[in-house]
């Protein structure tokens, strides 16, 4: 038995591919390849599940305590489990079989919600939720990592792509169908829709199977798409390799503190694994405070009234689905590197427009193009972090920018107002912009380096196929 449970001796033959010129919409040409098409749509139940769930939580919540602060609690809850175990979570995706360990987290999670349909008081809801956080935390990098297994690599950006935007509709669906379920029947309700949700992806992912890869090899290597396509991937990844700093492959045998400070290693010494993360961490404090400091902006900056962050919030929908549309349908998958540093720079403008507007149109204008540039980052960072690493140690790293993620999330909340206080609204957004335009800069450098190589790489090794 591999790693992933396919139990196959050999990977299948390609059908996963349209001939040319069949695929219309490359955003969709992702759901051709079966493996992720069940993936895919078990983690959009399971998504639109806790959403719907999550109103029931704040309504208990906020209708016991009738506190913010209690409210403010519960996110904190439901962050710390996964900066404590997130690199941890990693150990166990790369340890053992990614789809096994995400249908008994799926299974847990169905039956932890399932306490709050018999027993929906709030002890019940922080424990459940702190529980929920914690076995999500080892759910997220088992599918991230076993994302490149399921599409071939040409593919991995659109399917990268098309889970954003199914995440972003659910939300905006779960929503819904909470207040809704809610108001109607009450939150246990609520919380039945998730526990089934649950259970949902927890049957497509016993469904799913997957073609052979060699632990230790790179991420491509098992991937669908024919000699053809492994044949180039495999110049690709010599040539990202060569790219790399030695010494920083996965090493069997190592115990879990070994394994974590494997991936620490390799985080530290792969230039471009170390600027996605850094990145991660200036976008995710930049944006996390920029959250913060809307309400002001908006109230005593622009002089609107609280109804105008509305059209803020909308804006920012909008222009999150019109850049899944662009990177899905528009980018190539090795292009990734490249959106991830032009996204952050379009994040890094909207903060310091933010810091000159003077009207709401323009407000709404830049938070359009702060939604384009966020899903951009978010999609193309986790591509290419995917395409970075080998099979045997991308569930680590994924974990580990996880964590750095919850810590920026984290520590947002305090900087934000912190700096509101000290130097103003304006000032703070545009001291955020340039945190974010710090991290390009410490990004391009090795990004460029990295091209250059490929590029030499792949034009001496390429050969008639």
């Known amino acids: 038995m591999n790693q992933d449970g396919s139990g196959k001796t050999g990977a299948p033959a390609d059908k996963t591919q349209a001939p040319a010129g069949k695929v219309r919409l490359p955003l969709l040409g992702a759901l051709r390849a079966p493996a992720f098409r069940l993936l895919w749509l078990g983690q959009t139940l399971s998504v639109l599940g806790d959403f719907v769930s999550q109103i029931g939580v704040l309504v208990i919540v906020y209708r016991v305590t009738g506190s913010g602060t209690a409210v403010g609690a519960l996110f904190l809850v439901q962050v710390l489990p996964t900066l404590i175990l997130a690199p941890f979570a990693g150990v166990v995706a790369d340890r053992y079989d990614r789809r096994r360990v995400m249908i008994a987290a799926d299974l847990v999670r169905g039956l932890a919600v399932a306490v709050l349909v018999l027993a929906p008081s709030l002890p019940a809801v922080y424990a459940v939720s702190a529980l929920i956080a914690a076995i999500s935390t080892f759910f997220s990098p088992a599918r991230g ?99 790399a700093p030695a010494g920083v492959s996965a090493r069997p045998g190592r115990g879990t503190g070994g394994a974590v400070r494997e991936g620490l290693v390799l985080l530290w010494r792969n230039p471009r694994l170390a600027g996605i993360t850094l990145l991660v961490f200036f976008n995710t404090l930049g944006l996390g405070a920029a959250n913060v400091l809307t309400a002001p902006l908006v109230q005593t900056t622009l002089g609107a009234n609280t109804s105008s962050l509305g059209w803020l919030m909308s804006a920012e929908g909008v222009g999150a689905a019109v850049g899944v549309v662009l990177l899905g349908g528009a980018v190539r998958a090795a292009a990734a590197g490249w959106a991830v540093l032009i996204s952050s720079a379009v994040l890094a403008a909207t903060m310091l427009g933010l810091a000159v507007c003077g009207a709401l149109w323009q407000a709404v204008g830049l938070f359009l193009l702060g939604g384009v540039g966020l ?33 920026g999330s984290l520590l947002s909340l305090i900087v934000g107002g912190i700096l509101a206080d000290l130097v103003g609204v304006r000032i703070s957004f545009a001291i955020m912009g340039l945190l974010i335009a710090t991290g390009c800069v410490v990004y391009a450098g090795p990004l460029a380096r ?14 008639p196929l």
């Open 375 to 407: 899903v951009a980052f978010n999609v193309s960072a986790e591509t290419e972090t995917q395409r970075a690493t080998t099979d045997a140690i991308r569930g680590r790293i994924l974990s580990l920018i996880m964590a750095v993620l919850s810590a």
């Open 145 to 243: 990592a076993l994302v490149p297994r399921t599409v071939p690599p040409e593919n991995l950006l659109a399917a990268n792509s098309l889970s954003a935007m199914s995440n972003s509709v659910t939300r905006i669906l779960g929503a819904a169908v909470g207040a809704t379920l809610v108001a109607a029947f009450g939150a246990a309700a609520a919380f039945s829709v998730n526990a089934l949700s649950y259970f949902a992806s927890a049957l497509c992912l016993t469904m799913l199977r997957l073609p052979r890869t060699e632990v230790g090899t790179a991420g491509v290597a098992g991937a669908p798409g024919g000699i053809q396509a492994a044949a180039k991937a495999a110049v690709a990844t010599a040539a990202e390799a060569a790219a």
């Open 450 to 463: 990295a091209g250059r190589e490929k590029r030499r790489i792949a034009a001496s090794q390429a050969t």
